[in-house]
């Protein structure tokens, strides 16, 4: 099964979460501070990623799970995340929270776990 950890820093707390098997790349996910429109939405779970050939292994939730556990011990009682998907990150526990324009006439969902 896969290994997820914690890769690289990008500042302060900020992660990159990688799940890779024996040294194959299978999929990554980052928990950064959010730029720009949706500041206020920290810490910021983004670049969720999983290759074609690993999917339908659970890997996303294993790197949710990864990130969730890095901003528990790090002292964050909730993280966020935006989507245009609907029904994918609620099986996960996320709460969508409200409709955000990210761009002029492009608005995705920002969606809130409780950890």
């Not at 950890?5 to 302060?12: L, P």
């Not at 707390?13 to 299978?26: H, L, T, V, Y």
């Not at 409200?98 to 969902?109: H, L, N, P, S, V």
Request: charged fraction near 30%; glycine fraction near 10%; hydrophobic fraction near 40%.
């Amino acid at each position: 099964m896969a290994d997820v950890m914690k890769k690289g820093e990008f500042n302060d707390w900020e992660r990159i979460f990688i799940a890779e098997e024996n040294g194959d790349f299978m999929g990554f996910c980052a928990l950064a501070k959010p730029q720009g429109l949706i500041e206020e939405y920290s810490p910021y779970l983004k670049w969720l990623f999983v290759g074609e050939n690993y999917r339908g292994n659970r890997l996303s939730q294993k790197l949710i799970e990864a990130a969730i556990e890095y901003a528990k011990e790090i002292g964050f009682k909730q993280i966020f995340l935006s989507t245009w998907h609907v029904g994918l990150y609620e099986k996960y526990g996320f709460e969508k929270i409200c409709d955000k324009e990210m761009r002029e006439g492009y608005f995705e969902g920002i969606y809130e776990k409780k950890i």
